[in-house]
């Protein structure tokens, strides 16, 4: 098959719709199919070179958030479409290019297949750009109705779809490299200059914006015994080193090197409440940590509660607080979590999701072809 994936963000974007996205094209490489990736045009960096076609398209910052680039219609989009010869459109998390892309596939009568994975109504609400909650719900109503089928990555986000009066909505979850995430990463030259007096290392990981709330990690930065050790840049990250004095701000890290860093922590602390799935949460479990995270959303279907880690009601610092310190003077909790969440994540793999996502292309196409 030839899939165009029509996507909001791509690299060097680092973000989850970014990573999703080029595992899903990775993966089709991989099974003998032809990708295409079409994405705003980057404010920074250029593309790294890929085995298939990336078509940017001209797009502007977004209001509020300028790290954001909103695609522009364009005719380029279907013309790109057409000289691909594409089979299904994936739209990857649809809102302001994945409308355009869905209207490009309707005229050239191709499937779409749309991807939930941003809750833009929160967003909305986060950054005030001038659109209300009710106004984001509709458009990815309308959006996402236009589509052959939407995938939701959690249980928490089907529902909320499906009260919003989205159609049609599957399960779709996330993988997670359980080779490169793995306990055996545990590196003692890490911990040695992130503990050197011994510390218990508490870790976040993720986008250092407004919506990931980690901020409610003050009071737990000051816990005695305890170093926060905060991966990650973005918009906000000027203000939470401010917010947080005693913490060790990495900047961002990926790879392998990455992988060290989950795997010489001790526990992963996950603030947003936002998270219609929460991939770091899955790549701290299987680096064998335990995890605290808030009851909302992705997080309620990754963690099991006192099995392999807690789950602490979203916005407020103490929840947070109490979890963390509560494992921190449990270290035989804390192994008992960690390895039960690595048991956990056991056949979440890339590929696997991947054949399930090459299910729902081709499930698109046969109603196409009935349709037709």
Wanted: aromatic residues 6%.
């Amino acid at each position: 098959m030839r899939i165009a994936l029509v996507t909001e963000s791509f690299l060097p974007d680092v973000n989850g719709v970014a990573h999703s996205v080029l595992r899903a094209a990775e993966h089709l490489a991989q099974r003998g199919h032809e990708p295409m990736v079409v994405a705003p045009r980057a404010s920074t960096g250029p593309t790294p070179q890929l085995p298939w076609p990336v078509v940017r398209i001209p797009s502007l910052p977004m209001p509020g958030y300028p790290q954001i680039r909103l695609g522009l219609p364009t005719p380029a989009l279907s013309s790109a479409l057409r000289a691909h010869g594409t089979d299904v459109v994936h739209l990857a998390s649809p809102f302001v290019l994945g409308a355009w892309g869905a209207a490009a596939a309707r005229s050239l009568k191709l499937p779409s297949v749309a991807v939930y994975q941003t809750d833009v109504a929160a967003y909305a609400r986060a950054y005030k750009v001038g659109m209300t909650e009710a106004a984001a719900w509709a458009w990815i109503r309308t959006v996402h109705n236009s589509a052959f089928r939407t995938l939701a990555p959690s249980t928490e986000s089907v529902a909320a779809l499906d009260t919003h009066g989205v159609r049609r909505v599957h399960l779709w979850r996330r993988g997670v490299d359980d080779v490169r995430f793995h306990p055996r990463k545990r590196n003692a030259g890490i911990r040695r200059a992130l503990a050197p007096n011994g510390e218990t290392l508490v870790g976040f990981v993720g986008r250092l914006a407004v919506e990931k709330q980690v901020e409610l990690l003050a009071e737990t930065s000051r816990i005695p015994g305890v170093r926060l050790v905060v991966v990650g840049d973005g918009p906000h990250a000027a203000t939470l080193r401010r917010a947080l004095p005693g913490a060790v701000f990495l900047g961002a890290r990926h790879g392998e090197q990455l992988a060290r860093i989950y795997a010489s922590l001790d526990v992963f602390a996950h603030t947003g409440p936002y998270e219609t799935f929460g991939q770091a949460i899955q790549e701290a479990m299987a680096s064998g940590l335990p995890v605290v995270a808030p009851a909302a959303g992705g997080p309620l279907d990754l963690v099991q509660e006192g099995r392999t880690g807690h789950l602490v009601p979203p916005f407020r610092a103490a929840g947070f607080t109490a979890a963390v310190a509560g494992l921190v003077a449990d270290p035989e909790r804390r192994a008992l979590f960690g390895a039960a969440g690595r048991v956990a994540i056991e056949g979440r793999t890339w590929a696997a999701v991947g054949d399930e996502l090459i299910g729902h292309y081709e499930a698109a196409m046969t109603r196409n072809l009935v349709a037709a």
